[in-house]
């Protein structure tokens, strides 16, 4: 997950410049540094002159994991769970907030300056749609299967077929699937072998997807087609 930025933000220069230095303490491992640019990060995108974008967490998973990320910031900088997601709530009381059933439906808003900040989106949608945005630690970002016992600690309420729902924090893996009555599965399969091949690889890491680097089949072998099928339990497709 990132921050999605708005290019109109009057901030924008300043926000830029703190996203470089926490990128460079992420790249050099850097925790205390990350905690000191995380959190100048956060002051401003949860400050009063603010305008802020989420989806409703009760129909969409940005919308939870984007509480996730407040929590999971508020206990790695503050050892807080509520000091970020408090301000949040706060802003949001003052009609500074706006939420959407589905976080794609922030993007306009974003790129018209009418959000200032899409919290939290995924760093692909980012990228696909051309909106800045700012990097998170990945003990925060729900991106990294090494901090999957922290990111537990984050805990969200939601209502799901009409009965309260309590979900804990996760590292956040793609899957895919061939639906059971698409006609075409030879074609199917041959999109699902090019993504896992080097070539697809290199594709989902320029749009900052992090492949397995042996992805993981679920289910019935002898519902797969062919040629999918020869490569699950191989170097290429392991068994799940």
Do not use: C, W
């Amino acid at each position: 997950m990132v921050i999605g930025v708005s290019p109109l933000v009057p901030e924008f220069s300043v926000l830029r410049q703190l996203n470089y230095s926490l990128s460079l303490a992420i790249e050099s491992n850097n925790v205390t540094a990350e905690k000191i640019y995380l959190s100048r990060v956060l002051d401003i995108v949860l400050s009063n002159e603010t305008r802020l974008g989420t989806s409703n967490p009760n129909t969409d998973p940005e919308g939870y994991r984007a509480l996730m990320v407040l929590q999971l910031s508020s206990l790695f900088v503050k050892n807080s769970s509520t000091y970020y997601l408090s301000a949040f709530q706060e802003l949001n009381a003052t009609g500074k907030g706006t939420e959407v059933a589905m976080g794609s439906a922030l993007f306009a808003y974003v790129q018209s300056g009418e959000v200032y900040y899409d919290i939290a989106l995924y760093r692909s949608s980012a990228i696909s749609h051309h909106i800045p945005f700012i990097v998170l630690p990945p003990q925060v970002n729900l991106g990294s299967a090494n901090f999957s016992s922290f990111y537990s600690r984050a805990e969200v309420s939601i209502v799901s077929g009409g009965r309260t729902v309590v979900l804990h924090g996760a590292p956040i893996f793609i899957s895919l699937t061939i639906p059971n009555g698409f006609k075409n599965k030879v074609l199917a399969s041959s999109i699902v072998l090019f993504l896992i091949s080097p070539e697809g690889k290199a594709l989902m890491k320029e749009y900052g997807i992090s492949p397995l680097s042996v992805p993981e089949f679920f289910g019935s072998p002898s519902d797969v087609p062919q040629p999918l099928r020869s490569f699950i339990n191989s170097s290429v497709l392991a068994y799940g």
